[in-house]
Each structure stands twice: as C-alpha cells, then as structure tokens.
C-alpha cells in the first residue's frame, strides 16, 4: 500500500523500479486460496483452517470470534484496490454473521463458536483473547473505508463493555469507588466468568483512544501497566482476586506497548515515554539472549524458553521505535494511517474510501432497530438489526475532535490523578513489594 500510495513517506522512494504490481498479484492469489473458507460456510463464518494448495477445508468447524471477525481491513483493502468485491463481500458476511448470534439478553458475543452451526462453544465474553480484534476490526474499518454499519456495530458494542463488563467507580479520574476494570462475563448473563484478565486485553486502551474515550483509556491502560510493575513483565493471565498469575509467560507481546504508544500521541504526556523506557529495560533485562530475545515462561522466576514469536519484531519493537522517534514521518501525519491488528500500515484516505462496485453487492447490510438488553436481540437470524448513535461524518486525512481534550495542565501530571494512582498501586499490592 504504501508503494502504491505514498512511496516516499519515509524519504526514499519505496517502490523498485522493476515493480508492477507483483505484490498485489501475489496478495490476490493468496485471497483467493483462503475463499473456499467462506464459500463453504453455510453461516457465513469462515472455517478456521483451508488447504491453499487444493482448496479442502479442514473438517475441525471451531473457531474463535477475533479469527473470523479480523479480517476486513486486509480484504477490504484488497478489494478496493482489484476492484472486485468478493473479497470485502465475504468479510463482512462473517462480521455480520458473528454479529447476529450475539446474546439475545445482553446482545454480547460468546468467544469461540461452531463455524458449521454457528452455535456457540464459548460462553466467556470479554476484550482478550479470542475476542479483541473483532471488535477493534469494527472501528478501524468505519475509520478506514467510511461505512456507517462498522460503527454503529462498534458503538453499540462499545455501550455493552460499560453496562455488563466494566467494574468500579463511574469515571476513571473523579468519584469514588474501586479502579475500573473489564472483566470476563458470562455472554448471556453478565455475570463474572472467571477472574483472571489475559494480556491481549492491554490492546483495548489503543481502541478507546481511536474511539475518542481518552479518560478511559487512561485507565485501562494503568491497570495493565501496573500489573507490569509488579513483575517487571505482563503475565499472559493475571488474576485479579487472588493477585497472581493465573497463566505465567510472557511471549514478549506488543499489546501493552501499542496502547502506551497510542496514548502518547494522544496527550503527548511524557508519563508514556517513562512507561516506554521502562518496558524496554525490561526486556533486555530479562528476555535478551546471544541470538535475539526470548520468550519468558515464567515470570516469577524468570526463566526463558528457546523461542521468539515474530510479532515481537513486527509489532513490540515497532511500536517502541515509533514512541520515541518524535521525528517519524509517521508520527508527524499520524491521522493520515491507521495499523491493522498485526502492526501494518494502511493509508487513510478517499482511495479506499470509494468503492469501485455498487451498494448491492451489500444487498444483506442489516436496519438499525434495536438496542442493547432488548427481547429483538435474538441470536438466530442473520439479519439481526442493531442500534446505535448515528456515525459521525469523517472525511478523508482529516482528523475529527471526537473527544474531550486533556486540558494543558495535565500534560505534565500523572495521566491518572494521583490519589486515583496511589489507590491502584495499593490494590495490586505493589507497595508491598
């Protein structure tokens, strides 16, 4: 994309003098290996495993929300770019179709369903793993292509997170009450599903940032980073009743690192770039080897395991580098890109915001109708219709006020007031380490 958009946002020009078009040849025929996936679905929910050579579909039918829900913002931006939109049509039928079998009482998604039936296997609704980049996918999609549903579904799932999973006081920054913080629930009851929080949930700061939702971005963001503190690293499950690690590796992931970087270049408070310094001395105090960095299987002890995922190159030290290279051409035009969930870049702009097709190969995009804890929220049907505010009007390249700014004064402060601070440290036990 950024070849075909703009080859020279980082000074020399990134596109060869031999190219054309060969990438985007290369990404089309991999597309269209993945389909048989989606076209083999009666539900509209792809299977999570296709063979690309001979086009067979693995007969295992389970897969989680986040890997049949993440995949818009690739397809789309395929589509658009061809011009054919069987590959953005067929994303959107799996959104769509997750979206329908949401919980009929509280309208929540369940983490892991049937893609044959599309009856759900997994009760557990939450923002981790399994979950996260679905509904992260829903708002970058509305800010990358412009289209009114992705929002409304974001929104009203956004309105969903506050009235069943959040815990604690009202306001992150006034009142009073305990630090707030997003549990797992039950997806058709609300209820508690367990008490342990899984580090994939320390992305969703970044997407209350895109969101507008700056306050309480803010502490979300605190109660991950302090769980940080009390092992100098992010355990992969935090148990937040009994205050320890539930699952205790740490595989060197970027979602800490990706809200810190977000939250940065949206209040510009250096507090982030303490909480940067202090991530990477971290890691190279405890996941640093001869021959690259390693993953931490337990952090308690600190003890390593012979592997290094590659988001850790593409996403953790990406998102770091960006932190403190105030100069990035990047960083200077932020609004005008947004990241996939896997660390890409993607130009915002009119070219992907215009389709080259006509609306009714959409012909299936449900009504608006229905809110949150309705009896019209029922699970069976595709055309499940959904409510929401209605969208704001973005246009291309051009950032929208959204959100209430962090006055001035705070700039220089604790992000989280400080006896809002001191009370979270306490509450994790950190003053007794």
Excluded at 5 to 25: A, C, H, I, M
Excluded at 60 to 67: L, N, P, S
Excluded at 393 to 398: A, D, G, S, V
């Amino acid at each position: 994309m950024l070849m075909e958009n703009d080859p020279y946002l980082f000074g020399e020009n990134l596109r060869p003098k031999w190219y054309n078009g060969e990438l985007l040849q290369l990404a089309s025929d991999l597309a269209s290996r993945l389909l048989p996936a989606f076209q083999n679905s009666m539900t509209g929910i792809p299977f999570p495993r296709v063979n690309l050579k001979n086009g067979v579909v693995d007969e295992g039918v389970e897969t989680c929300t986040a890997g049949a829900g993440s995949l818009l913002l690739e397809l789309g931006t395929l589509s658009r770019l061809l011009g054919d939109p069987i590959y953005e049509t067929m994303a959107r039928r799996a959104n769509r179709a997750l979206w329908s079998a949401r919980a009929k009482n509280t309208g929540l998604l369940g983490n892991v369903i049937n893609a044959k039936t599309g009856q759900w296997v997994g009760r557990l609704s939450g923002l981790g793993a399994g979950l996260d980049s679905y509904f992260e996918y829903l708002l970058k999609s509305y800010i990358l292509f412009g289209e009114e549903e992705d929002y409304l579904m974001f929104n009203e799932s956004y309105n969903g997170f506050k009235q069943y999973l959040r815990r604690g006081r009202t306001h992150c920054n006034s009142g009073y009450g305990d630090h707030p913080l997003y549990v797992n629930v039950d997806m058709h009851s609300g209820n508690t599903y367990t008490y342990w929080i899984d580090a994939l949930q320390a992305s969703f700061p970044a997407v209350q940032v895109l969101f507008g939702d700056i306050e309480e971005a803010i502490c979300t963001h605190a109660w991950h980073y302090n769980v940080w503190k009390r092992y100098g690293l992010l355990p992969e499950r935090f148990n937040w009743q009994r205050l320890s690690p539930d699952v205790a590796f740490y595989p060197l992931r970027p979602e800490l690192v990706e809200s810190t970087y977000l939250l940065y270049q949206a209040t510009k408070n250096p507090f982030y770039l303490h909480v940067g310094r202090e991530i990477i001395q971290n890691i190279n105090a405890y996941t640093k080897t001869k021959c690259g960095y390693a993953t931490v299987h337990d952090v308690i002890d600190m003890s390593l395991e012979d592997r290094m995922e590659s988001f850790f190159l593409s996403e953790t030290c990406k998102y770091l580098y960006l932190l403190f290279d105030l100069d990035n051409p990047l960083n200077k035009q932020f609004s005008k890109y947004i990241f996939t969930t896997e660390g890409h870049l993607l130009p915002i702009g009119s070219k992907l915001r215009t389709k080259p097709w006509t609306d009714e190969e959409f012909s299936s995009k449900p009504s608006c109708a229905s809110s949150f804890g309705k009896e019209s929220l029922s699970g069976d049907s595709v055309n499940i219709p959904y409510v929401a505010k209605e969208a704001p009007i973005f246009k291309p390249n051009i950032t929208q006020p959204s959100c209430d700014a962090i006055d001035e004064a705070r700039h220089y402060l604790l992000p989280l007031r400080t006896p809002y601070y001191l009370q979270l440290t306490e509450s994790l036990g950190l003053k007794e380490l």
